[in-house]
């Protein structure tokens, strides 16, 4: 029919009549009075405190400091990216591992995936920092970082690719059979391909999860870009600029990931299933 | 040093740094509803710019990583005036960054209504404030559960972030630090404070579960 | 004329550029079964939702019992109240049992006491065969079933007019035949209706009148028997025979 599609929060309130239309036009005024009121007290905070003296902000006209603002970003690129592909390895073995008929396995990597999903990164961190060099292992700060960030990252990931693995209909599997195709030769051609074109944007969205867990690299004493973003705030003595930026910088990356998987979610017709969607350990 | 000995020596520390994650976990979550609702409230009113406010909350705390927010809280702000307690500016960044989550959990929920349910109750003539009350909330806080149980228990795990700063007493993960500082800790710290936080985790979601078995509708 | 309990004067509305409703008259009087039919896209849901104020209109006024529909507030839920509306999917309320359902509206709109109204609303829960299901939740009962709650429900409200959107397009075909003898029953007891479907023998059995729009304008209104035996215009020709094809 000539139904347009309305989104629910569109949908709450239905076509307002005069009156109605004259309080919201009332209310939205007022509204956006009090937000700018709000915007112009926090520049003004910025103003009494000093901290929009041009001393604090000119560092970010020279290139040198992006250009030590990018080598810390490739830091964090290199080991979110990294980590997400040892991460996908990994939560792959594992989910077929949750998924396998042998009980035992099923049950081990049930446990693995549950303690990476309920452990925080940042506890595993210190795992590779602290203790493993207690044991004499010489790890590189870079693997200090990646692995743990990737460990606990494939315990969700192992439960993205097993509800993706549910959503493929049965039917594809049941047909595989009827055609004599063997478990492995169905999973792995059949039910798996299409269980990863399902969750890809899922997939995508948790890269957002790895890239926000990298700004622990410090303790490690990688130089990611929090930790350049450090050096020049010694340097330059501009603490709450930088934090600022690199905040801004990392919303503005981390958005831009959020809005592709949206975009790849919405060329399948399929919807993002985040680690809230799951059901809990 | 075995974990028998981590025990005796560090056990009421432990369970110290239980309880400080526990209450910092319970605090932050709670207040991040009540600020999710306010948000999610702006997000569906008609009123567009509390809509973009809402939406602008929403992306920025959903995107920070909570070092970065963290920093900012704990770092920057006394610059700007705001001088916060080291604990509460942590319960300060887990707290906006999980409002942020909670907020699109509520709306997801909303989201499973469908406009049709809408339509029928406006149609039978019930009122606005009616159809929010009876049609609205019940479904959507019904079918937020599970998604609430998950986030509460990404809440317990943002709590870490606190170990980056002095924290009397050190909750669950500077406990690691806190026992590697003072002695050889080894596997045993690391592997106290994770049971710490597996456990709870799986406590949560066992919960999580049942309350959602018990009120999930049937669609 | 003034027994027309709904009445649209040169209705008009538009989505964008969209032109949906064109120079709409109509007029329904009381125990009158209507039914509007017509290719997609003709029109014939949101002429039926603009009466309810689902939808609002551009230009031209709709009038309940003489009065112009109010565009708001209290005013505006109590015509609600006395117009009842069926949809195509339903839309029962998803958490609540089938008996609360149909209890809903006259507990919180009419101020029914509780008992009461549980009493009158598994009468009518007999009366269209569903009471065996009054504890159930919706998701549990069929489509043709959930409709009939949904008759139900309107019922309850002791509308002067139905509405019905297409009520049977989203039921499975065994199960349309459940939902039209109900709503014959209906017709029989002089309800007065507005049906908007596809299925020409409940219009033949039941209508007064049939209403056939095409690009939102009517193009055509007669008894059934005259419309589906002797169409007059060319659009409604063509259309009669794309649909009695097979």
Not at chain 1, 129 to 142: A, E, R, T
Not at chain 2, 129 to 150: E, F, K
Not at chain 3, 61 to 82: H, Y
């Amino acid at each position: 029919m000539s139904a347009h599609v309305v989104s629910m929060r569109d949908a709450l309130y239905e076509a307002p009549g005069p009156k109605m239309r004259r309080r919201i036009r009332v209310v939205t005024i007022f509204a956006l009075a009090l937000i700018a009121i709000g915007i112009a007290l926090v520049v003004r905070q910025f103003h009494i405190t000093g901290q929009l003296d041009p001393r604090y902000w000119t560092l970010f006209t020279r290139t040198t400091t992006w250009a030590f603002l990018a080598q810390g970003f490739l830091g964090t690129f290199r080991v979110a990216f990294t980590a997400g592909a040892i991460a996908l390895v990994l939560g792959l073995v594992l989910m077929l591992g949750r998924i396998s008929e042998a009980a035992w396995l099923s049950t081990v990597s049930r446990l693995v995936i549950d303690f990476f999903r309920g452990v925080p990164s940042l506890l595993l961190i210190y795992f590779f920092y602290l203790v493993i060099p207690k044991y004499g292992i010489k790890m590189p700060s870079f693997w200090m970082i990646t692995l743990p960030v990737a460990l606990a990252a494939s315990g969700v990931l192992a439960e993205v690719f097993r509800a993706g693995v549910n959503a493929v209909p049965k039917g594809q599997s049941e047909a595989a059979l009827s055609l004599g195709m063997s478990d492995s030769k169905i999973m792995f051609k059949i039910v798996f391909p299409q269980a990863l074109r399902i969750v890809i944007p899922s997939l995508v969205s948790q890269l957002v999860v790895v890239v926000k867990d990298t700004t622990v690299a410090y303790v490690v004493s990688y130089p990611d870009l929090m930790q350049n973003a450090r050096v020049l705030i010694s340097n330059y003595d501009a603490l709450v600029s930088m934090y600022f930026v690199v905040a801004i910088i990392y919303i503005i990356v981390n958005f831009a990931i959020n809005q592709f998987s949206i975009y790849l979610a919405h060329r399948r017709g399929t919807k993002i299933i985040s680690r809230n969607d799951e059901n809990p350990v | 040093m075995g974990i028998q000995e981590l025990f005796s020596t560090y056990g009421e520390n432990y369970l110290q740094a239980l309880v400080q994650t526990w209450s910092m976990t319970a605090i932050s979550f709670s207040c991040a509803l009540v600020i999710a609702l306010a948000i999610t409230v702006f997000r569906v009113s008609p009123i567009k710019p509390l809509r973009i406010l809402g939406d602008f909350y929403v992306q920025v705390f959903r995107n920070i990583p909570g070092v970065s927010l963290l920093v900012i809280i704990i770092y920057a702000l006394p610059y700007l005036g705001l001088t916060l307690d080291y604990k509460i500016g942590a319960m300060v960044t887990v707290t906006m960054v999980v409002a942020s989550f909670a907020s699109e959990n509520l709306m997801t929920g909303i989201n499973t209504i469908g406009v049709g349910q809408i339509e029928a109750a406006r149609s039978v003539g019930l009122s606005f404030g009616r159809i929010l009350r009876h049609v609205v909330i019940p479904q959507a806080v019904r079918s937020a559960i599970l998604p609430m149980t998950n986030l509460l228990i990404g809440t317990l795990l943002t709590t870490a972030l606190a170990s980056q700063v002095p924290l009397k007493p050190p909750e669950l993960t500077g406990m690691v630090n806190y026992v590697n500082s003072r002695s050889v800790g080894g596997i045993g710290a690391f592997f106290i404070s994770a049971i710490g936080y597996a456990g709870t985790s799986l406590v949560i979601g066992y919960v999580g579960n049942l309350i959602d078995k018990k009120v999930r509708i049937l669609r | 004329m003034s027994d027309a309990i709904i009445q649209m004067n040169h209705v008009d509305k538009h989505y964008g550029a969209l032109h949906v409703l064109k120079d709409i008259n109509l007029e329904v009087a009381r125990g009158e079964v209507v039914v509007l039919i017509g290719p997609s896209g003709s029109g014939k849901s949101t002429l039926c939702r603009t009466i309810n104020r689902l939808e609002t209109i551009d230009a031209g006024e709709i009038l309940f019992e003489g009065t112009p529909l109010p565009q708001e507030g209290k005013d505006l839920a109590a015509v609600r109240a006395e117009i009842g509306m069926v949809f195509q999917s339903f839309n029962l309320f998803a958490h609540k049992t089938i008996l609360d359902n149909v209890t809903m509206g006259p507990i919180e709109v009419l101020g029914t006491p509780k008992a009461k109204a549980r009493e009158e609303a598994m009468e009518l829960l007999r009366r269209v065969g569903v009471d065996s299901q009054a504890e159930k939740v919706p998701a549990q009962l069929s489509g043709g079933q959930q409709q009939r709650v949904a008759i139900a429900r309107s019922l309850a409200m002791n509308p002067k007019v139905m509405l019905f959107d297409e009520p049977t397009s989203a039921l499975d075909p065994e199960m349309i035949n459940e939902v039209l003898d109900v709503m014959v029953e209906l017709a029989q007891q002089g309800m007065t209706m507005v049906v908007v479907t596809h299925e020409m023998n409940f219009a033949r059995r039941v209508a007064n009148r049939v209403v056939f729009m095409a690009d939102g304008a009517i193009v055509e209104e007669a008894a059934p028997d005259e419309f589906f035996d002797h169409p007059k215009s060319d659009r409604a020709r063509d259309f009669l025979n794309s649909i009695m094809g097979h």
